[in-house]
C-alpha cells in the first residue's frame, strides 16, 4: 500500500478509535485519559508537529532564495506577487458569501436559546492591519524566525536572494550551497513525511475522543451549516475556480492535494503543513520552485478561506441567536473585515476564533457569543485548516499555469513524486 492510502486509512482508523473512546465514555478512564489520549497519542502528535514546524523556516528559506536566483528576473516575482495578493483576497471575499450565504439561508440560531457556558475573551492574538504592515519588514531577522513570523521572513529572504543575484558571479559557492540546502530540508520534509500514517492516527483520534459530542447534537446546526459550506467551497467553488482559470484535470487536483488537506487537518495548522504543501506543489504538480516557495508560504499565512466561512457562518448563526438584524450593510461589513481578520490570522490552531473578535466588533455583535461555538471549534478548525490549504495550492497553481511556469508533464502523471517508505537498506547504500 502506498503512503497516501495509508495515511488515508490512518485518518479512518484515529476517527473511529476516537468515536470510540467517546461514545463508551472511555476517556473518563483515569489510565485512558492519561496515558493514551494525553500519553501516547498526544506526544507522538506533537513530536509530528514539532518536526513538521521545526522545517518551515529554513525550508522557506532556502526554497525561496535560489527560487529568485533561478528566477533571475525581478519582474516575474512582482508580477507573481501582485497575482498572489489579488487572487488570496477574490477567493477570500468569495468563500466567505459561500458561509454568509449558507447560513442565512438555513437561517441557523432563530428561535435558539443558548447561553454560553464557556466566557470567550482574548483579543490578544488580534493583530491590527498597520501591525501587519510594519511587521513585514523585520527589525531582528533572528527573532522573526524564532517567532516563524512568515511575511518577516519571505521578506528577508526575497531581498537576500534578489542582492545574491546583483552578486550572482562572485557567489556561485554560496548559491551552490543553499541550493544543496534546500535538497536536505526537502529530504527532511520527506523523511518526516514517512511517519505521518501513525502521527495522523494520533492527533485524529485524540481530537475526536475529546470533543463534546452533546455540544455538537447542541450547536447542531451551526456545525452543519459550517461543514457543509467548507466542503461546498473545498470541492465545489475552489474546484470551479481552478478549472476555469488553469483548464486543468479536477480530479487530478483532489488526488494530489489529499496528502497536504490531511496534515493539514490532522495538525490544525497551515503553517506547520508548509513543507508539506510546497512539496506537494513542486514534486507532485510540477510547479516552479521560483512561484511556489513563495506563494505557499504568503498563502499559509494570508490566505485563509475556511477561517473566513466559518467567520461569515458564526456571524450570522449569533446575530440570528440574538435576534439582531445586520442587513445589507451589515454583511457588507463582514466580508471586509473578515478578508482583513483572516489576513491577520496566524497559521496555528484555533486563531481564527480569536480573530473572530474583530469581525464581531465591527458588527456590533457581543465577544461574549464566541464562547458559544468556542466548544466545536476543535473539529471546524481542523477542517477549515484543510480548505485553507487547498485554497493556496488552488492559487499557486493559477500564478504558476498562466506564468508558464508549471510543467504539465508532471502535473498529469499520478504516482509521480509519491513518498516512498524508507528502507534501511537505502541509508547502507548511500553510507558506503
Ligand atoms: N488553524 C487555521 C490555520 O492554521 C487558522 C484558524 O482559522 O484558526 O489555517
Not at 520552485?289 to 450570522?316: E, K, L, W, Y
Request: charged content about 10%.
Amino acid at each position: 500500500m502506498n503512503l497516501a492510502n495509508k495515511v488515508l486509512l490512518a485518518l479512518g482508523l484515529g476517527i473511529c478509535i476516537g468515536l470510540a473512546i467517546n461514545f463508551s465514555g472511555a476517556g473518563s478512564i483515569a489510565w485512558v485519559d492519561t496515558y493514551l489520549i494525553n500519553g501516547l497519542f498526544h506526544v507522538a502528535g506533537k513530536l509530528f508537529f514539532n518536526a513538521l514546524q521545526m522545517l518551515v523556516v529554513p525550508l522557506v528559506l532556502f526554497s525561496l532564495i535560489p527560487g529568485i536566483v533561478g528566477i533571475g528576473d525581478i519582474r516575474l516575482l512582482g508580477k507573481v506577487g501582485s497575482k498572489a495578493v489579488v487572487l488570496y483576497i477574490a477567493t477570500t471575499a468569495i468563500a466567505i458569501s459561500v458561509g454568509i450565504g449558507l447560513a442565512a439561508l438555513a437561517g441557523i440560531g432563530e428561535g435558539l436559546d443558548i447561553t454560553a457556558d464557556q466566557a470567550f475573551e482574548g483579543k490578544q492574538a488580534a493583530k491590527s492591519t498597520v501591525e501587519i504592515i510594519i511587521g513585514v519588514v523585520p527589525k531582528n531577522i533572528i527573532a522573526a524566525m524564532s517567532n516563524g513570523e512568515m511575511l518577516a521572513i519571505i521578506f528577508f529572504a526575497i531581498f537576500f536572494g534578489i542582492a545574491l543575484l546583483i552578486k550572482q558571479k562572485e557567489s556561485k559557492a554560496l548559491i551552490s550551497i543553499i541550493e544543496q540546502l534546500n535538497s536536505i530540508f526537502m529530504q527532511m520534509v520527506e523523511m518526516v513525511m514517512v511517519f505521518a500514517p501513525y502521527a495522523v492516527f494520533c492527533l485524529v483520534a485524540k481530537a475526536i475522543a475529546e470533543l463534546g459530542v452533546d455540544l455538537v447534537v447542541r450547536l447542531s446546526g451551526y456545525f452543519i451549516v459550517v461543514m457543509a459550506a467548507l466542503l461546498i467551497h473545498a470541492f465545489v467553488t475552489q474546484m470551479l475556480i481552478f478549472k476555469v482559470f488553469t483548464g486543468l484535470n479536477v480530479g487530478m487536483f483532489i488526488k494530489k492535494i489529499r496528502a497536504a488537506q490531511i496534515f493539514a487537518f490532522s495538525t490544525s495548522s497551515s503553517g506547520a503543513t508548509i513543507p508539506v504543501t510546497m512539496r506537494t506543489m513542486q514534486e507532485r504538480f510540477g510547479v516552479d520552485r521560483a512561484v511556489s516557495s513563495f506563494t505557499v508560504p504568503f498563502g499559509a499565512t494570508i490566505n485563509m478561506d475556511g477561517t473566513a466561512i466559518m467567520q461569515g457562518v458564526a456571524t450570522v448563526f449569533v446575530a440570528n441567536l440574538y435576534g439582531i438584524e445586520l442587513g445589507m450593510a451589515g454583511y457588507v461589513t463582514i466580508v471586509l473585515t473578515a478578508v482583513l481578520a483572516s489576513i491577520g490570522t496566524a497559521a496555528v490552531p484555533a486563531v481564527g476564533l480569536v480573530m473572530l473578535t474583530l469581525v464581531f466588533e465591527q458588527v456590533g455583535l457581543p465577544i461574549a457569543a464566541i464562547g458559544i461555538i468556542m466548544g466545536v471549534d476543535r473539529i471546524v478548525d481542523m477542517t477549515r485548516t484543510a480548505v485553507n490549504v487547498t485554497g493556496d495550492a488552488v492559487v499557486t497553481s493559477i500564478i504558476a499555469k498562466s506564468e508558464g511556469k508549471m510543467d504539465l508533464t508532471v502535473y498529469n502523471d499520478p504516482n509521480i513524486g509519491e513518498v516512498h517508505e524508507l528502507h534501511l537498506e537505502e541509508f547502507e547504500k548511500h553510507g558506503t
